[in-house]
T-cell receptor, first 113, second 115 residues
Framework: QKEVEQDPGPLSVPEGAIVSLNCTYS??????FMWYRQYSRKGPELLMY??SSGNKEDGRFTAQVDKSSKYISLFIRDSQPSDSATYLC?????????????WGLGTSLAVNP | GAVVSQHPSWVICKSGTSVKIECRSL??????MFWYRQFPKQSLMLMAT?????????EQGVEKDKFLINHASLTLSTLTVTSAHPEDSSFYIC???????????FGPGTRLLVL
């Protein structure tokens, strides 16, 4: 079992739709949970991170963590064509004194005008 | 947030030559920098972790003599691909972090094409 599981999609939605992206993780010791957005041929851009169960909202984006079920989600409201990208979930673990990220495969999202 | 830059953004070189990629943290001191490579439609693969002033820690399967990493200051790390071959063609991305930051901030990536 992979440490972080994410459905790669692709996911295609019409403009204005609510998008739900999800990941599951296997180790309850993971502390921080991140969502990155990556446009084609660009480096990942941090969207949100959280460390506790519950919701965290930033504009049209809401990150949700449920530690009891080891489930993390990203919701995008009023999706726009500019949201078309690959969305990667990641969790933080420690390797010695360094924090390392463990990545999901990424979900490819297309928002159609 | 935090800003990380990479240079060059793309490079084409002949097989057998060496290529150096720079990664800079522009607005914070990065005690730790990470180097990744990414093949098309695949997730990021961590190559190595470098702490300022220390030798880099390489992931299993990554040749440290081929991918030389230097992290000489709190704002600069370099990756040198030595004797590059076509199979080294990939997208190389660095990220930076510090004790004060809970996660990593990524550069824009460098696309390497070895002919």
């Amino acid at each position: 079992q992979k440490e972080v599981e994410q459905d790669p999609g692709p996911l295609s939605v019409p403009e204005g739709a609510i998008v739900s992206l999800n990941c599951t993780y296997s180790n309850s010791a993971f502390q921080y949970f991140m969502w990155y957005r990556q446009y084609s041929r660009k480096g990942p851009e941090l969207l949100m991170y959280t460390y506790s169960s519950g919701n965290k909202e930033d504009g049209r984006f809401t990150a949700q963590v449920d530690k009891s079920s080891k489930y993390i989600s990203l919701f995008i409201r009023d999706s726009q064509p500019s949201d078309s990208a690959t969305y990667l979930c990641a969790v933080t673990t420690y390797a010695g004194n360094n924090r390392k990220l463990i990545w999901g495969l990424g979900t490819s999202l297309a928002v159609n005008p | 947030g935090a800003v990380v830059s990479q240079h060059p953004s793309w490079v084409i070189c002949k097989s057998g030559t060496s290529v150096k990629i720079e990664c800079r943290s522009l607005d914070f001191q990065a005690t730790t920098m990470f180097w990744y490579r990414q093949f098309p439609k695949q997730s990021l693969m961590l190559m190595a972790t470098s702490n300022e002033g220390s030798k880099a820690t390489y992931e299993q399967g990554v040749e440290k003599d081929k991918f030389l990493i230097n992290h000489a200051s709190l704002t600069l790390s370099t990756l040198t691909v030595t004797s590059a071959h076509p199979e080294d063609s990939s997208f190389y991305i660095c990220s930076a972090s510090s004790l004060a930051k809970e996660t990593q901030y990524f550069g824009p990536g460098t696309r390497l094409l070895v002919l």
